[in-house]
Structures are given as structure tokens and as C-alpha cells.
């Protein structure tokens, strides 16, 4: 047998193995148990096997490890893009590290030194909502560690970047609202430094627009959390101008607001219809369930890790890509006015 | 000034700063900018600061990372469990880093090498449900990395660990539906390998004989997920001897089933009362809220953190510990049957 044409696919083959256990055994993944490695290497030996030593040397510093970094584990939203994360990322042998900023820019700043100081390849981040400086990032990506953006990312850094169109997403809740009947639709929005917290306000403000509705300050309040909103609410029902329909910047907080709104005796849908966004379990425990929009966790956090490994195994530099994805209503029993 | 009086104190005050920045800044912590650390150790120099070089040079392999290995993130459990856990290791200076199995025995042991070669000083674990070999947990004891079990132990390695009164918990939400007046009570239970899921089944069967109700194995089945509940209850309900109470063994199972419940026309709690276990959000924002046991994942998770870093800290071997937290039932109205 002439040794230049011995494939991986050739030992694989003869151990009873797959291609990419032999491909990794070759060389020296963590994950690879040292019977198998020696076996193969014998193997390899035997048979003459001539890897490509330059390919082999290049991926030599390999530590099949990427880094997570996201501001709050318990949200259902970050949960799914971890899951989308790891089906993109473990069938090609790489480990995930998660670091929680816990919405704190200092641990924000802290995981993203600790990540680094444990050899992680690239980083996935979904940005803190009170990181308002940036040189953590910056250190990165002059360190030429690659770093994909997704759901909230840092505007002055020219990086691969997931995002959902909230606009067009909050526009729909809203449009939704407005042709159930409602006409004094409340807005509670999250801080206006993140674009998650911009665009849905922008898109609520503008399906109000278009259907000629004039906005009022006083439906329109900062509050992203469901302990805000359980306090918030009750008191924008005991106004004069009360809300007939409340679009909630999460679900979270959407159940805040159903809650609020029962217990002062009103119904919803009928008296309030109820939106939120994210779609996630929670909007579908509650009693009517909750028209929410898709936030797409999932499919976010698997296009990110596509898009980062990607980056990892390219031979040259390519410009920075945003990904943009469609956003959807879908529509439960809290918006049923009519 | 006598060099030996010179302490970490004297270096802080002078320079406006507190006494943990110094000592990490001359113990080269990544957290510590490089201002700082010149600036201490400059005068740290010019004061002849003499520290016990003995104790720093042990030290100097500390890379103040902490692994934890959780089942699911998308569990407000656990993720209560990470609020403890950073909670009670940030303010020391340590970052965290959260790799999830998936409830995959592979994925574990993958993760629990990419942490080692991160090189984490200790790990934080809980088990995954189809863990049933531990060679992974028994090369971090031979490589005299501590580990500390919380929730979900590991049975055969002697190690700190943190657990709740599952059986206990069980039993007192047990003893709540049959004093509401349940005669029929069903358990969805967990996997029987896991002690949480044993003890749950067993704090279950141990009310029912204290009150002299004879099980019925028609009503106990194996069903922990929420998607499973929609699935199953519908089929327990149709039973000649349908249940009237249901104790589920975690929220989002409870939640499946009172959906469940629902759809088939029946009241919660009048016709079925429900009772589940973690005190998630979830719990707190069905129709009606859902009873539940207490899970303690924020304490759990705190106390798991300081017992590994009090191992870490420690200058000897001592013992293995096992600390049990009370379990507490949360009574809320979807078991108000009386």
C-alpha cells in the first residue's frame, strides 16, 4: 500500500471507528480516550499515514473550547440560545464555558478575561445592560480572538453579529393589539441604550403611527422585569387614560402584568389584552396563555455558533456579517379581545 | 518604619484602595488592572512590604476559576443555583464558569475535562440523569481537585456535597393534599437513579401509609417534564379511579399538568389539586398559582460555593461534609380545596 494514499477514512475503517474519532485522536482531543488515541496512532503508524503536518500544526494550539457570555441565565430566551449554541458546537467536538455578567459590566469585564485566560477560541456574547464601555471587547479583538454579537450587541465593534428585527417584531404585537380593538395600548420598554430596548420602542411607536394613534407618555414606562411590573401596572390602571392593551418587552414581564391586571378585578383579554415577547414557557403556563413574540433563542444561538466556527476554520480574513432573523407573532388567548 | 510591620493594610490606605485589591495585585490576579499593580507594587517596594513568601508561592497556581456542572440551564432551579454560587464567590475575587450536560452522561465528561484543562480550581456538580459510571468524578479526587455534589450527588465518591430534604419535602406536600381532602393523589415522579427522584417517591408513599391510603401504581408514574405531563395526565384522568390530586416533582411538570387538567373541563384545585416542587417563577404565575416545595436553590448554591472554597482555602485535609437544607411547602391556591 502506498503510504500517500492512506486516508483517516482508511483507519477509521479498519478500528471500527468513525473519521472524525481518528481525526481528533490524531490529534490529542481531551475527549479522546488514550486506548483509542494509541490505537489509532499504532495504526497510523503501520500503515505510514502522512497527515498534512502543516494543516496539523496550525491547528495544534486547539482547545475545542468557545465562551459563553450572557446576562441572565434564568431567562428562557438565553436558555434556548445555550441549547441552540451546543447542538451547533458539540457534534464538532468543541466544549461550551458559560459566564453569566448577571447584568453587571464589571463581570461582564471579569468573564471575559477569565475566558480568555482559560484558552476558549471565540466568544459568543450577548452584551450586559449596563456595559456602556467597551474595552473588554476591544482588547479581543485585538487579540484576534473572534467574537460573534447576538441579540444585544456592542455598536461600535465591527463584528459578526445575530439579531432578531425587534422592530418589526414590536410593530406586529402592536398592530395586532390595535386591530383586537385596543386603543390606549401601554408600552412597558427596557433601557434605551440596548437596540432591543430602541427598536421595540420604535416599533410600537410606529404601528401607533401608521393607525393613527397618538402616543402617550404616560402608557409608555420603563420596566423590563416581573417584580416592576407587578408594582408598575396597578398603577397604570388607576389612571384616567387606563390602558386597554399592554405590550410587555418580555414575557416575564407580561406576567407581571396579567397578574396586576386580575387582581384589580379586571379580565383579560377583555378589559386589557396582554402581549409580551419571547415566547417562552412561561407565556404558555399563564391562564389566558400569551400572545408573544417569537424571540427565536434557538435558532439565534445556533447561527452565532455556526457563524463563529466559521470564522475559526477560515484560511483568510472575511468582512464582519450580521445576520438578521424574522421575528413572528404568535398568537394566544391574553390579545383575543374580540 | 520597621519593614515587618509594613502590612496589605498599610499598602491599601495609602493608596485609597481596599486590602483585597492589594494582595491581588501582587499576586498578579487578572482582575487587578496594570496601573494599580505597579502602583502597589511600587510601594510595596519602597515600604520593604515583606509578604509570606512561603504562602504566596502556594498560591501562585491559583487561576480564581471555579467549574460548575449543571443538568439544565433552562431550570429556574439552577439557575438560582448559579445566583448562589456567584453571589457567594465573586465578592472573593473568583469567576465562574457553567458548562451544562444536557442530561447527557457524554457531555459531562466532556465538559468536566474542558473545565480541568481551563484549569478551574474546584467544581461545583451536579449529576446528570443518565450518569450511571463516575470514572470522570474519580479522576478529579486522584487529581486532588476538590469537588463539591449539590441537588444530585454522586453516591460512590465521598465528597463535600449540599442536598435538600427531598424525602422530607415530599412528604409534607403529600400530607397537604391528603389534609385538603385528596383521596387519590398521583405522583409524577423523577428516574429512580437519582436520590432526588427515590426520595421524592419514597417522602410520597410515606404519607400515604402515615394516613392510611394504600398506593395505587395506576397513579405513580414516571413523568418529569412538562411536555410529558400534557401527554400523560390526559390519560390519568380517564382512569375509573382518576386521581383528585396531583403531586408532581417539579413546577414545570405541575404546570403540564394543570393544563392538562384544565382541558379536559375539570377545576384546579376543586376537582384536581396540584402540588409541585421547585417554587419557580412558573409557580407563582399559573391560574391558580401552583403549591409547590421550596427548593432552596439560592441557598443551596451559596453554601455549595463557600464549602469548596473553604476546601480550597484549607491547609489540611479534613472529612467530607454533607450539609441538608429544610425543605419548606409554599401553599398557594391550586390546593386550597377546602
Chains 1, 2 share one sequence.
Do not use: W
Not at 90 to 109: A, F, K, P, T, W
Not at 123 to 142: A, E, G, P
Not at 250 to 270: E, H
Amino acid at each position: 500500500m502506498r503510504s500517500a494514499q492512506v486516508t483517516i477514512k482508511d483507519i477509521a475503517k479498519s478500528l471500527g471507528i468513525s473519521p472524525s474519532t481518528v481525526s481528533r485522536a490524531l490529534k490529542d482531543h481531551p475527549d479522546i480516550s488514550y486506548e483509542t488515541k494509541e490505537a489509532v496512532k499504532k495504526l497510523a503508524k503501520e500503515l505510514n499515514y502522512n497527515p498534512n503536518l502543516v494543516a496539523l500544526s496550525l491547528r495544534h494550539s486547539k482547545t475545542y473550547t468557545i465562551g459563553v457570555i450572557i446576562p441572565e441565565i434564568v431567562h428562557y430566551f438565553f436558555s434556548s440560545v445555550i441549547s441552540g449554541i451546543e447542538d451547533a458546537t458539540h457534534d464538532r467536538g468543541y466544549n461550551v464555558m458559560i459566564c453569566q455578567s448577571n447584568e453587571l459590566y464589571e463581570r461582564e469585564v471579569s468573564s471575559t478575561k477569565a475566558l480568555l485566560a482559560a484558552r476558549v477560541e471565540g466568544l459568543l456574547v450577548s452584551m450586559s445592560k449596563t456595559t456602556i464601555q467597551y474595552d473588554h471587547f476591544l482588547n479581543l479583538r485585538d487579540n484576534k480572538i473572534p467574537i460573534v454579537f447576538f441579540d444585544r450587541h456592542c455598536p461600535i465593534i465591527d463584528t459578526d453579529r445575530v439579531l432578531l428585527d425587534d422592530f418589526e417584531g414590536a410593530y406586529k404585537a402592536t398592530k395586532h393589539l390595535i386591530k383586537k380593538g385596543c386603543k390606549r395600548i401601554a408600552h412597558l420598554f427596557a433601557p434605551q441604550h440596548l437596540a432591543i430596548g430602541k427598536n421595540r420602542l420604535e416599533g410600537y411607536l410606529k404601528a401607533l403611527e401608521d393607525n393613527n394613534i397618538k402616543p402617550d407618555n404616560e402608557l409608555i414606562i420603563k420596566c423590563d422585569i416581573h417584580e416592576k411590573a407587578l408594582e408598575i401596572v396597578p398603577r397604570l390602571l388607576s389612571l384616567p387614560n387606563a390602558p386597554d392593551g399592554i405590550f410587555a418587552v418580555n414575557d416575564n414581564t407580561a406576567a407581571g402584568a396579567m397578574i396586576a391586571v386580575k387582581q384589580k378585578g379586571l379580565k383579560v383579554p377583555k378589559d386589557v389584552a396582554i402581549v409580551g415577547f419571547s415566547n417562552s414557557l412561561i407565556s404558555t403556563v399563564t391562564d389566558p396563555p400569551i400572545t408573544s413574540v417569537e424571540q427565536k433563542g434557538y435558532e439565534m444561538g445556533k447561527k452565532a455558533a455556526e457563524m463563529l466556527i466559521r470564522r475559526l476554520d477560515a484560511k483568510e480574513l472575511y468582512p464582519a456579517e450580521t445576520e438578521i432573523l424574522k421575528s413572528e407573532l404568535i398568537i394566544r388567548n391574553s390579545s383575543q379581545k374580540r
